[in-house]
T-cell receptor, first 113, second 112 residues
């Protein structure tokens, strides 16, 4: 039981390049989330998916797209990376219902130069 | 949408003292309030949570209180130890959808 797995752990991109961050969970959770973490700004929600086939914008969605490929996988895509997207990205998942714990992946440290 | 404010941003205490971190939220429909601890270079991990129908919850040295009328909740750590040093995040969920909104974090340092 691996929990929430993110790949890659580290990535350096040049401005304008594209990439996809992968996230998979093996806990049969309905809800999945993508957050970015920047110093002094906490964890800000980029996108989330309440269930397979649905996605919704969070607080900072601009410059990102997501795909809920199936119940296990939720990917985050940067179409044209910008230095402002340098951050640590966390994927998380939780079971259905409002009062359930969110489990986090180990994070992806992305640097855009 | 929900807005969660967290104070203080940094907190330094002596070993054995108590630490208190406070959060306020804006959406009166929120009904789930977790607290996460993040050690340096690690992922956030849940340490305690509270539902809206409960005013206080305790787990060993950690306790959380919730005041729904005032829309604020607090984390209390007693008898602090060096291993309590970390960043702590509060969060709120509920109301419109299943979004989990986090505060900006508190860097707690426990000094010997």
């Amino acid at each position: 039981n691996a929990g929430v797995t993110q790949t890659p752990k580290f990535q350096v991109l040049k401005t304008g390049q594209s990439m996809t961050l992968q996230c998979a969970q093996d806990m049969n959770h309905n809800s999945m989330y993508w957050y970015r973490q920047d110093p002094g700004m906490g964890l800000r929600l980029i996108y989330y998916s309440a269930s397979e086939g649905t996605t919704d914008k969070g607080e900072v969605p601009n410059g990102y797209n997501v795909s809920r490929l199936n119940k296990r996988e939720f990917s985050l895509r940067l179409e044209s990376a910008a230095p402002s997207q340098t951050s640590v990205y966390f994927c998380a998942s939780s079971a259905a219902g409002l009062n359930t714990e969110a489990f986090f992946g180990q994070g992806t440290r992305l640097t855009v130069v | 949408g929900e807005n969660v404010e967290q104070h203080p941003s940094t907190l330094s205490v002596q070993e054995g003292d108590s630490a208190v971190i406070k959060c306020t939220y804006s959406d009166s429909a929120s009904n789930y309030f977790p607290w996460y601890k993040q050690e340096l270079g690690k992922r956030p991990q849940l340490i305690i949570d509270i539902r809206s129908n409960v005013g206080e919850k305790k787990d060993q040295r950690i306790a959380v209180t919730l005041n729904k009328t005032a829309k604020h909740f607090s984390l209390h750590i007693t008898e602090t130890q060096p291993e309590d040093s970390a960043v702590y995040f509060c969060a709120a969920r509920g109301g419109g959808g299943n979004k989990l909104t986090f505060g900006t974090g508190t860097q707690l340092k426990v000094e010997l």
